[in-house]
């Protein structure tokens, strides 16, 4: 694919209406892995590293999706090889890689961008700094089964990431590396990457990673033959279209101890807390009954049959049952009853409504989607639900009724 051109920058920004963060901080964020956040009324125009950040979430798991594929490639092959493979990333400790996104340039060249570093430590522990314009702007912080912290350095501020949040990729998945015996695919012949002549495999994404969404999408993976650590790891197809091609690429492993200062959750001296979704649940509850009513009425009464909501793909979903033309503004609020009755209207305000969904799975505590096993015949079933301030839970069963009720009243329902 070649650079976009300004007229179709804009049209992918209109596409992916700048966003403002629910907890109304003035961002045009498409910060989400892979997980649009909720967008404003109006596009904003963004600078590129604000439409590469908006893969880049889904790098938040280079530690995981790369000990993963490793572990693959060690199931596949003789037992000694296994053993030093194992060996090695056992006295590895950590790493530390930079993160780039790479897209087709001039004469179907790469054009590669630098966009953040990760790091990583046994414990399960991950960060990524996104960098801009040569600083460092933001941090996101994960600690297994602790509260994690995003951080804003450009305007101080920071929010915690509940530990119940979606971790959309990273969670549960070091529990199952020595179970994976799945299908690998070897790369033929070697590459020359940073002066290692690396031999190379491809692994199912949504094997791997138990991400549905994505089920075309694949992870390369090269390995230093010497020392039986990764190179590279490339995580291919996860853009929705119209950026089917680009590529996340973890690249310049340094392995070895990483400083635990990295993964601090401690606020930063001096920075304010961001603060919270200020949209009321009544709000958040509409938004997502309406996102789910008009998804279903274009999809044969059926919700989105996957795990994580994420916005972008979800809108394009609906955008393709619509039958609806790549040029048609999508993820748009406008409260005029008139225009949400015609086609367009629908459309941008239905997948609108969907990314609320991503916001309850990934910013709110306790928040659950079971859009795979719930329909809407289902009437007394938990379709959505997250945990309201003061204890009590915001439910949306299958039949698109909600109710709040308390924590023992949850746990029965659930428990049937």
């Not at 966003?19 to 997980?35: E, N, S, V, Y």
């Not at 897209?103 to 990760?118: C, L, P, Q």
Request: net charge neutral.
């Amino acid at each position: 694919m070649s650079d976009l051109n300004d007229e179709q920058l804009d049209r992918l920004e209109s596409a992916h209406a700048g966003f403002t963060r629910a907890d109304g901080a003035a961002r045009a964020r498409l910060l989400a892995a892979l997980a649009a956040d909720v967008p404003p009324a109006i596009t904003i125009r963004k600078s590129r590293i604000e439409i590469m950040r908006r893969y880049a979430r889904g790098g938040a798991i280079a530690a995981a999706l790369l000990v993963a594929a490793t572990f693959a490639w060690q199931l596949a092959r003789p037992a000694p090889v296994f053993a030093r493979v194992a060996g090695a990333m056992s006295r590895a400790q950590g790493f530390r890689c930079d993160m780039i996104y790479v897209s087709r340039g001039y004469n179907d060249t790469e054009k590669a961008e630098f966009i953040s570093d990760v790091f990583w430590i046994p414990s399960g522990a991950e960060r990524m700094d996104h960098v801009q314009d040569g600083k460092l702007d933001e941090s996101l912080i994960y600690r297994r089964s602790q509260d994690g912290l995003s951080i804003a350095h450009g305007s101080k501020q920071y929010r915690i990431v509940p530990k119940s949040s979606a971790r959309e990729y990273s969670v549960g998945l070091f529990g199952n590396l020595g179970a994976y015996r799945g299908k690998t695919e070897p790369i033929l012949g070697s590459r020359e990457i940073r002066g290692v002549k690396a031999e190379g495999f491809t692994v199912p994404w949504s094997t791997v990673v138990g991400d549905d969404t994505h089920s075309n999408a694949n992870i390369q993976v090269w390995i230093d033959p010497t020392t039986a650590l990764p190179v590279r790891v490339d995580l291919v197809g996860l853009a929705p279209p119209p950026h089917s091609d680009l590529v996340i690429r973890l690249e310049n492993f340094r392995w070895g101890p990483q400083d635990p200062a990295l993964f601090d959750t401690t606020p930063p001296a001096g920075y304010a807390k961001m603060p919270t979704v200020n949209t009321k649940a009544d709000e958040i509850t509409q938004y997502v009954k309406d996102g789910l009513s008009i998804f279903a009425k274009y999809n044969q009464g059926r919700y989105p049959a996957v795990t994580y909501v994420y916005g972008d793909d979800q809108g394009e979903a609906l955008r393709s049952l619509m039958k609806m033309p790549r040029d048609a503004m999508g993820w748009a609020k406008n409260d005029d009853p008139a225009w949400r009755k015609t086609k367009e209207g629908e459309f941008a305000y239905g997948s609108y409504c969907l990314s609320w969904i991503n916001v309850i799975q990934r910013d709110l505590p306790e928040g659950v989607y079971n859009g795979k096993s719930v329909t809407p015949k289902d009437v007394g079933k938990v379709l959505v639900r997250w945990q309201l301030d003061d204890g009590d839970y915001r439910v949306i069963f299958g039949d698109l009724s909600s109710a709040t009720i308390p924590p023992d009243r949850l746990r029965e329902i659930e428990g049937r």
